[in-house]
């Protein structure tokens, strides 16, 4: 069977000369607004495609920062590359890779810079990579300490064609290209990056991704939304390895399920979490379950009362801390 990165390479070494012909060049301009880069920061891309996200990066990282983008389809790093002919200035910024963003331990260009990236930014790509716990993990050790991943997923209504398709793959022991059935609410990734060491600064609901409208769709449009999905989704290149017949059946199945007499409602919209590095012994900056989405600030009167305790450094780690925080709320 093929593995994600073959299947990721496959799918955009396809769709690289037209990718840019699309929504995503606006959509990354509108994610790095968000982006709070400084001049000299380090910048990491994994999936870094045609380099939407490193340019903006490049241009404001300054000329003493730096931005890697890492890929593993060798057409879209084409394309990064030919930019960086045509732009040389913010090209000059970048350094992109040919290799897979799983397995970074093993890319011997990246290994000086472990620990010394400031940003890790993903965009319309977590969701391809398989395990989001494992990826996390794999990420992590490539920030600097307090160092920022600022990663996008889908919202658990967008595509829900995908995440059906991934079931039926399942079902007949293929692997489809995309992981998105933890997706089930805006919670389930902040729960992965806390469990991972992260502490989550923010969550935005980004609406309007592709430009296409929320649309409802019934029982009776199956069979429409399998052909959609299995055809322009993903360029029709996924192999059924014979297959295919059942596998509609099984998507009419899980289909007619979620419609189950209604209408199943499908929206264009993205979460886009940004998170730090959590640094041993920092309970202050500590944001979670009660506390809502944002940072606790460091001179907020429940962190100075939880600071006053004086725990034990076993105390200190960061479930443990939420905990206690949660409790001193109440
Ligand atoms: C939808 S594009 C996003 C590109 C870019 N971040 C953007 O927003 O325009 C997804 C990219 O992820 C890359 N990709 C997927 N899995 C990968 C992996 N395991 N390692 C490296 N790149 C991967 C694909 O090759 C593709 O270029």
Known sequence: ???????????????????EDSWHPDYSRRLMERVPLKPNDRV?????????????????????????????????????RARQAREPELGSRIKL???????????????????TFDFLICSCAFVLCGDPAAVVRAWRPWLKDGGRMVIDITHEKNLIQGVLMEKVAENLGLKWPSNRQWIRNSDSFRHILEEEGMVVESVELLDNITGKPVS?????????????????????????????ERARDLFREEWENIACGGRIEIVDWLYLRQSRDYIEGEPSMICSNQHGESAIPKSSAICETFRNFKLSSEYLSRRITTTALTGLRR
């Not at 429409?224 to 192999?239: D, K, P, R």
Request: net charge negative; glycine share 10%.
């Open 1 to 19: 069977m093929e593995t994600q990165p073959q299947a990721a390479a496959r799918m955009y070494d396809e769709r690289a000369a037209n990718y």
């Open 44 to 80: 990491l891309v994994p999936c870094c495609g045609t380099g939407l996200e490193s340019f903006i990066a490049a241009d404001m990282v300054g000329s003493d920062g730096l931005v890697v983008g890492v890929d593993i389809s060798t057409k879209m790093l084409q394309g990064a």
């Open 97 to 115: 890779i040919y290799h897979d963003a799983m397995s970074l331990d093993t890319c011997a260009e990246l290994q000086d810079l472990r620990g």
């Open 216 to 244: 409802t769709f019934g029982a009776e449009d199956a069979d429409a939304q399998f052909e959609y999905t299995v055809n322009w989704l993903l360029a029709g290149t996924f192999s059924w390895e014979g297959k295919e």
